[in-house]
Each structure stands twice: as structure tokens, then as C-alpha cells.
């Protein structure tokens, strides 16, 4: 049998140990045991449940999933299948883990104005698959011109003239089954002619006029890119071919305007979601073009059933519990509190050799059990459960207590040694970047194309913070829009939130206490970190001067008559008053080497290895960190690279959703 060593617990890592054992077959061929520091698995989508606090549900930050996360819904829905819960337990299937949600709000900054863009995106009738480049330009010109129709004034040759060239770019798409770049160049130009008529004769002269300045700024984004892709020959080169360049940059170099670029509260959509400011400096937007462009349109005209969804208890809850359950189940081997410290290659530099790993704590009964039940859910405790670990009481009255999930060895206890050929055959990597960087320094050198893409991977730095409201969100704060909102391209640098309300039933609070929850996100520049805990008190001053300055312009019923924050609305079971209810919310940065998130920055991408692309023989890349078609850092990057790692291992080949097609026309491989 052989024996795989999967290095980290988060999300890749998970992945392909389930790849690894899909079938009876692979279980009998594959031995697999993930190692991973700590007492809880997910990585960066790690949550836990406060037990001293109601069992509410802590999280790294905000997660929503995409519609178009074929490989992450695919491998839910497998995992709740072979989970089999009860019908009437909690969260008994994928369904009800995950609910469709179709409203989101984003703001522009206009003349010192904060104008809502209420967005509402209906379920898409799409099929299962890459969606055809004919179909996304029907919807998205057809948009354009029933738009125009509808805000227009009407009369005028030049009003006429654009609007007779949106038509006629709508009609140029039929009758083509296969556009072409040259197409698209075409396309791309009667767009642009429709764009500079209406700026010059009209949206000039009235650009504060909100919805018209939305709808242009959306025609002038639609018509460079369908010029740029048309230009730069994307459809036959494919969109990895312009990652060199940056994505404003790229825009801008076929038409896009400065108002728009600066403006647009889509574009800032792109940077805030995927946190692409280099080293957290909202001055310095950098995302790959190639990688933003088809991740963009994935996002926006690729999902399938709902835009996004969200889940129905903590991502442990609904995510990694049950992939936990599962695994155990086939056989797999979690080795909690196992932090590895560093991997070697033999002396030739052709297979890996040895891990060294500290263990970090005994377990007297040989093996740890994660779980605990709220309110019938298995859900991960924030801490570890300190009863199973040895000396666990006197650990867990220690202050600070110790942390295994950040420190390699907080006890001492020192290093052990796995070795090739006793211990593990192969080796799964799916540590974040920054872990890599030291742990796996001997690599570099017998691999050079390893470093190099360690050296062009970049990172940042996040933070977050949730609130639990005594009010609920429209009668009492007085949000005007949906239930289940989600709210981008807000104030920096906590620009985007979400409610989670739905979560309420799922904690322990007394029945009435929390009427609505609320989390909320954004990058931390570098420059202002020194450590942890100053970056943690950082993070909790930004919440602060959120609600302080920001938060009653989204929640008017959270100000009092003098306009400032009413601290009454949120939850303090302790009775606190004013800033002191502040106290017991929730914020968090992530400044650890395993927290970073990783950026698609320009230039970023080409070095990236596939996940079968090490040079060493017995070793497999799982991370949203190596090459999968995406590209990105998010739940489906990381799941695709873990599946693709998982076959690396397994010799087979299958064509997996968003790795190959027109968005992805690299030359290497269609599919792995």
C-alpha cells in the first residue's frame, strides 16, 4: 500500500485525501494521513464555535461561495451524499448547508456621495459547464441597449447613431456560431464608437447624473474588453496570455476611461473581492488581467442556479466537519497537532526524503476527536478541546494560552522525523506560500522553477470583524435592501460586508437577544503591522472608527439624534454601555504566515507550477497557490488544485470543470 503524507490541513490538502479515496479501489491502494498543527482543520476557512460566548460561530473572515465553484459545490455534494444525515438533523444535506442568495449592493464614491448600485442577479439558466463567449455577449449587450432604452431621453441623430451601434453589435453575435477574435475586434470598435458618441454629445454634460454615469461607466468596461480581447487574440491565445500585464492597465490600454477606472464601483468590486492590493495598499491595485478578466466573467455570467450562496452555520460547520466525517470514515489518518517544520529532498535533490514535524502535544487516548455538538451539529470549538489533550487543564489555564496553530513547538516537546519509504511514499505540499518560505527551503535549490514561483507569489495581509445586533436590519438599523445582502466597494479598509442573519438559529444566544449579524472585511497594509498583537488591536481600532464615522450611513437606525453610533444596538449580554459593548464583538487580523492571502498579482502567474509540475518525483502541489485554471485565491482554487494534486498522484486524467476551455487556452494541457 502506499502511503501519502498530505502537508496541511486547509482546504487543497483536504481535497486530495478525498480525491485520493474516492472509491473502494483507491482505499485499498492508498494509505493517507494530513498532518496538520492544531486542533481544527480549514486553514484560512477555519471557523470555531466560542464556547464561553453562546457557541457563536468565529470565523478568519467573511466566506461566500460562488455559483460558479463547480469543483467546491461538486465535492459538497458528494461529501453530504456519503454523509448521510438523518433527514431531519441539521444541515442533513448540501442543500440545506448552502443557500442561494441573489442581491448585492455596491457602492461608488462620487463628489463625496455614497451612491448604492443595487444589483440583483437572477437565477442563471445556464447549464453545467464553461458558458459559450456568444451567450455571455448576447446577455451582456442586450443589457446594454434595454438599459439605454430605458434612461434614455430619446430623439437626437447622435443618441440615435449610438444607439443604432449597440444594435448593431448585438446583431453582429448572430449568425456567427464560433466568434473570432476578428469579430470581436469589430465588436470592440462599434462599441467604442457607441461609447465616445454618447460621452461626447451627452453622459459628458450630465455625468452627475447617477444612472446614467453607471450605465456608461459599464458600456465603457464592456467595450475595452471586448477591444482587448479582440486586439490581443484571446480567444485563440487564450486569457493567461496578458497576466504579465496589470488588469486596470490593460483596460485602460484599449479605451477604457479614467473616470471609469477611478470611478466604477465594478472594478473596485474586482480588487476588493479578492483583496488585491500588494502588500495592503489601497494606492497600489494589482491583479493579472488574464486572471481577473476570465475570473471576472466566471463570476458574473459563468454561475450556475444563484450568484452566490451562503452557508447555513460556520464554513467548519458546513465545510470541513463533514469532509472530516467522511474521511474518517474511508480510513484517512488526521494526525492534529503535528506541525511541520521542515521537508528535505535526498541527496541527489530527486524525491523528498524526510519531514521533520513537532508533536505538539500528547493525546492519552492515541487519537484526538475534534468535533462537539451545538444544538445537534458537530462543529469545531474555537480552542482545543483541553479535557483529551495530557495536562490539558493546567494548558488550558495558562495565560496566554499555549498556541498550536501559529507556534511550531509551544511546549518544547521538540522535533521527530519522518522518513521516505518507512513513514510516507508521497507527498502532498498544501501549505500557504509564506509556510513554504521556510519550512521548505531545501527544495529550492534542486528545483529552481519551485523557487522562482515561491519568489513571484505574493500576499496580504487581512482583517475582519463581526457584530450581533440587537435590532434586525430593516425595521430597526433601516437597511433599505435584501435580507441576505452582500455590500462591496464600501470604505476602506473594511470595504465589504454581508449579513448573516441566517446563522442566528445556529448559536446558543437566549431566544430574542441577537436580531440580525453582520461580518465584515478588508486587506491591512504591512506598513502598519509590527506583530500579531498589534496588528489583533489595529483590527479592533478599524471596527471602531467603522461604526464611529461609517456604519449609520448603511444602518440609519443605528444613529442617535445627533447623528452619532447608538453602541445600544449591539448584543452585550454583560449589560456594558457605550464603546464598552464594542468589548465583546469579534475582530481579527490575519498577519501569520498561514493566514496571508494569496494575490494573482501581474506577472504572477506563468512561474505558478501545475500541481503535478514538482520536480521531485513523490511530490504533488495543492494550493490556490499553483496553476488551475483559476488562478485565484478562493475555495475553488484550492479544491481544483487539490483534485488535480490528487490525480497527480494517482496517474488518471479526467477533464475537470474550469481548467481547460476558450477561457483557458494555454498550450500545455486542456485538462490534467
Known amino acids: 500500500m502506499t502511503r501519502v503524507a498530505v502537508l496541511g490541513g486547509g482546504p487543497a490538502g483536504i481535497a486530495a485525501a478525498y480525491e485520493l479515496t474516492a472509491t473502494e479501489e483507491l482505499r485499498e491502494r492508498y ?95 445556464l447549464p453545467p459547464g464553461e458558458p459559450r463567449i456568444e451567450d455571455i455577449l448576447e446577455r451582456v449587450i442586450g443589457w446594454i441597449v434595454s438599459e439605454w432604452g430605458r434612461i434614455s431621453p430619446g430623439g437626437g441623430l447622435l443618441e440615435k447613431a449610438a444607439h443604432e451601434a449597440l444594435e448593431l453589435a448585438g446583431k453582429l453575435i448572430h449568425g456567427i456560431e464560433h466568434l473570432a477574435d476578428e469579430a470581436l475586434r469589430e465588436l470592440g470598435r462599434l462599441l467604442g464608437v ?37 486586439e490581443d487574440r484571446l480567444l485563440e491565445r487564450g486569457c493567461e496570455s496578458i497576466d504579465d500585464e496589470e488588469f486596470s492597465a490593460w483596460l485602460a490600454r484599449h479605451g477604457a476611461m479614467e473616470m471609469t477606472l477611478r470611478y466604477s464601483p465594478v472594478i473596485r468590486g474586482v480588487y476588493d473581492s479578492s483583496f488585491a492590493y500588494e502588500a495592503g495598499d489601497k494606492t497600489r491595485p494589482n491583479m493579472a488581467a488574464g486572471t481577473a478578466l476570465r475570473d471576472s466573467i466566471r463570476t458574473l455570467l459563468g454561475h450556475r442556479g444563484a450568484f452566490f450562496y451562503k452557508m447555513q452555520a460556520g464554513m467548519g460547520d458546513t465545510v470541513f466537519g463533514p469532509l472530516y466525517e467522511v474521511l474518517r470514515g474511508r480510513g484517512v489518518h488526521f494526525e492534529f497537532f503535528s506541525c511541520v517544520t521542515e521537508v528535505r529532498p535526498d541527496a541527489d535533490g530527486t524525491v523528498i526524503e524526510e519531514i521533520d514535524l513537532v508533536q505538539q502535544v500528547r493525546i492519552p487516548s492515541g487519537e484526538y476527536h475534534p468535533l462537539y455538538n451545538v444544538l445537534d451539529l458537530p462543529c469545531w470549538p474555537n480552542e482545543p478541546l483541553w479535557d483529551q489533550l495530557e495536562d490539558g487543564k493546567a494548558l488550558s489555564n495558562r495565560k496566554p494560552q499555549p498556541d498550536f496553530e501559529h507556534v511550531a513547538d509551544p511546549l518544547g516537546r521538540g522535533t521527530t522525523t519522518l522518513r521516505r519509504g518507512e513513514h510516507f511514499d508521497e507527498v502532498v505540499l498544501a501549505f500557504p506560500p509564506d509556510v513554504q518560505r521556510t ?21 496580504v495581509v487581512t482583517q475582519a470583524f463581526q457584530l450581533w445586533f440587537t435590532e434586525d436590519l430593516h425595521e430597526g438599523l433601516r437597511w433599505q435592501y435584501g435580507d441576505d445582502s452582500i455590500c462591496g466597494s464600501f470604505v476602506e479598509p ?74 445600544s444596538v449591539l448584543v452585550d449580554l454583560a449589560g456594558g454601555t457605550g464603546p464598552e459593548r464594542l468589548e465583546v464583538q469579534y475582530w481579527r487580523a490575519n498577519p501569520q504566515p498561514e493566514e496571508r492571502y494569496v494575490l494573482s498579482v501581474a506577472g504572477s502567474i506563468a512561474p505558478r507550477l501545475w500541481p503535478d509540475g514538482s520536480h521531485f518525483e513523490n511530490l504533488a502541489l495543492a494550493g490556490d497557490w499553483t496553476r488551475s485554471g483559476l488562478d485565484a485565491g478562493c475555495i475553488e482554487g484550492s479544491v481544483t488544485s487539490g483534485i488535480l494534486a490528487g490525480r497527480a498522484i494517482i496517474g488518471e486524467s479526467r477533464d475537470i470543470p474550469g481548467v481547460g476551455g476558450w477561457l483557458n487556452a494555454d498550450p500545455k494541457r486542456s485538462a490534467t
Open 31 to 125: 494509505e493517507v494521513t494530513v498532518h496538520l498543527p492544531g486542533h481544527r482543520l480549514g486553514g484560512k476557512g477555519a471557523s470555531g464555535r466560542d464556547q464561553a460566548h453562546c457557541d457563536r460561530i468565529l470565523e478568519h473572515g467573511l466566506h461566500i461561495w460562488f455559483g460558479f465553484y463547480d469543483n467546491a459545490f461538486a465535492l459538497m455534494q458528494d461529501c453530504y451524499r456519503e454523509l448521510g444525515r438523518p433527514a431531519d438533523a441539521p444541515l442533513a444535506t448540501w442543500d440545506a448547508a448552502f443557500k442561494p442568495c441573489h442581491d448585492i449592493v455596491i457602492y461608488e464614491h462620487w463628489k463625496g456621495r455614497w451612491i448604492a448600485r443595487r444589483c440583483i442577479f437572477p437565477p442563471n439558466p
Open 194 to 230: 457607441a461609447r465616445d458618441l454618447l460621452w461626447t454629445h451627452h453622459v459628458e454634460e450630465h455625468v452627475d447624473d447617477d444612472e446614467l454615469r453607471f450605465w456608461f461607466q459599464n458600456l465603457d468596461i464592456v467595450a475595452a474588453v471586448v477591444r482587448g480581447m479582440g
Open 439 to 459: 519550512v521548505c527551503a531545501p527544495l529550492r535549490g534542486p528545483d529552481p522553477a519551485y523557487a522562482a514561483m515561491l519568489d513571484a507569489t505574493k500576499t
Open 494 to 567: 473594511l470595504d465589504t460586508w454581508c449579513s448573516m442573519s441566517q446563522l442566528i438559529p445556529r448559536e446558543t444566544f437566549p431566544p430574542g437577544t441577537v436580531q440580525a449579524m453582520v461580518y465584515c472585511c478588508g486587506v491591512m497594509p504591512d506598513s502598519r503591522i509590527k506583530d500579531w498583537t498589534q496588528a489583533d488591536e489595529l483590527a479592533k481600532r478599524n471596527t471602531r472608527r467603522f461604526l464611529t464615522e461609517d456604519a449609520t450611513i448603511l444602518w440609519p437606525g443605528a444613529a442617535l439624534a445627533d447623528g452619532s453610533f447608538d453602541w
